[in-house]
T-cell receptor, first 114, second 111 residues
Framework: EPEVTQTPSHQVTQMGQEVILRCVPI?????FYWYRQILGQKVEFLVS????????KSEIFDDQFSVERPDGSNFTLKIRSTKLEDSAMYFC????????????FGPGTRLTVL | SQQGEEDPQALSIQEGENATMNCSYK?????LQWYRQNSGRGLVHLIL?????REKHSGRLRVTLDTSKKSSSLLITASRAADTASYFC???????????FGSGTQLTVLP
């Protein structure tokens, strides 16, 4: 069964460093998302991406965040200058079609900012 | 406002018992979804119920939806130790159909 994959599974970085989190969505899906979950808290929406552009973003997704689909398979989330409060699980998700709301999530990347 | 608040926050039952989790939401919906998350892992879609449906079954899962009360429940019958996980309801919002999750119910099934 097709699945969303994410790399790395765990990333440790120093405050102020840039990180890139990578995702490979399900191949025939058209809509892509990033969510994050701070330890012990809710899963929160960050950004959605469709047709090679951001379709919607939350207040969390400020100028230090960016997303890219550099080729036909990868979908990346970049954090330019990490802060301690960026420590969280980051989940990528994809959705197949308009009118189909089920999202398929990757296993997540645990980001630890020291 | 928060969508999809679950209760209880934590539930501990014996294997073989049924587990019921509830979710409340605040705005109108087209559908409501339930997801499961094993500790430290990604979310797995369990079931979607549309706003014009009142009940839906999938294996040992039964979901109900009461749009007049803006609430949903997830029933897991004949629970197993492997059902131990966090369960979240989620509603869809925005033009991008992003998910808004509740705070989840941590279910522990004791063998």
């Amino acid at each position: 069964e097709p699945e969303v994959t994410q790399t790395p599974s765990h990333q440790v970085t120093q405050m102020g460093q840039e990180v890139i989190l990578r995702c490979v969505p399900i191949s025939n899906h058209l809509y892509f998302y990033w969510y994050r979950q701070i330890l012990g808290q809710k899963v929160e929406f960050l950004v959605s991406f469709y047709n090679n552009e951001i379709s919607e973003k939350s207040e969390i997704f400020d100028d230090q965040f960016s997303v890219e689909r550099p080729d036909g398979s990868n979908f990346t989330l970049k954090i330019r200058s990490t802060k301690l409060e960026d420590s969280a699980m980051y989940f990528c998700a994809s959705r197949e079609l308009a009118g189909v709301d089920t999202q398929y999530f990757g296993p997540g990347t645990r980001l630890t900012v020291l | 406002s928060q969508q999809g608040e679950e209760d209880p926050q934590a539930l501990s039952i014996q294997e073989g018992e049924n587990a019921t989790m509830n979710c409340s939401y605040k705005t109108s919906i087209n559908n409501l979804q339930w997801y499961r998350q094993n500790s430290g892992r990604g979310l797995v879609h369990l079931i979607l119920i549309r706003s014009n449906e009142r009940e839906k079954h999938s294996g040992r899962l039964r979901v109900t939806l009461d749009t007049s009360k803006k609430s949903s429940s997830l029933l897991i019958t004949a629970s197993r130790a492997a059902d131990t996980a966090s369960y979240f309801c989620a509603t869809v919002s925005g033009s991008a159909r992003q998910l808004t999750f509740g705070s989840g119910t941590q279910l522990t099934v004791l063998p």
